[in-house]
C-alpha cells in the first residue's frame, strides 16, 4: 500500500476530525498531495492540496474548516476538519500526483497513486 488513510470514524455535528494520510515507497517523494471525498450517489470532490514546501490549496465550499497540512519526516498528511456537519459524511481519499510533477491541481485525473479511502460519518 503506497498511500494509508487513517483517522475517520463516528462523530457528532459540530465535532472535529484530523484525518492523516502517510505515504510509503514510490509516493514517500511526492511533491502535491491531496485530499478528496466522495459521498453517497456524488461525484468525487477535491478538498485541499499541499506541496513539499507547503504551499496549500482549497476548494472554495469548504475553505476555513480545512485544515491541510504535511510532515516531510514522517511521509504523512494531515486534514484537519472542524465543525462537521452531516453532509460531511463521505469517504475520504488521500492522492499523489507523481514525483516529477510540482503543479497543484484540484481535478482528481491528475493523481497517480490513492489510498484506500477512511469513512466520515457524521450524525446530526
Known amino acids: 500500500v503506497q498511500l494509508q488513510a487513517s483517522g475517520g470514524g463516528l462523530v457528532q455535528s459540530g465535532d472535529s476530525l484530523r484525518l492523516s494520510c502517510t505515504a510509503s515507497?514510490?509516493?514517500?517523494?511526492?511533491?502535491?498531495m491531496g485530499w478528496f471525498r466522495r459521498a453517497p450517489g456524488k461525484a468525487r470532490e477535491f478538498l485541499a492540496a499541499i506541496t513539499r514546501s507547503n504551499y496549500t490549496r482549497y476548494a472554495d465550499s469548504n475553505r476555513g474548516r480545512y485544515t491541510i497540512s504535511r510532515d516531510n519526516a514522517k511521509n504523512t498528511m494531515y486534514l484537519q476538519i472542524n465543525s462537521l456537519k452531516p453532509e460531511d459524511t463521505a469517504v475520504y481519499y488521500c492522492a499523489a500526483r507523481a514525483p516529477s510533477i510540482t503543479v497543484v491541481t484540484t481535478d482528481w485525473r491528475q493523481y497517480r497513486d490513492w489510498g484506500q479511502g477512511t469513512q466520515v460519518t457524521v450524525s446530526s
Open positions: 515507497g514510490r509516493t514517500a517523494s511526492a511533491n502535491v
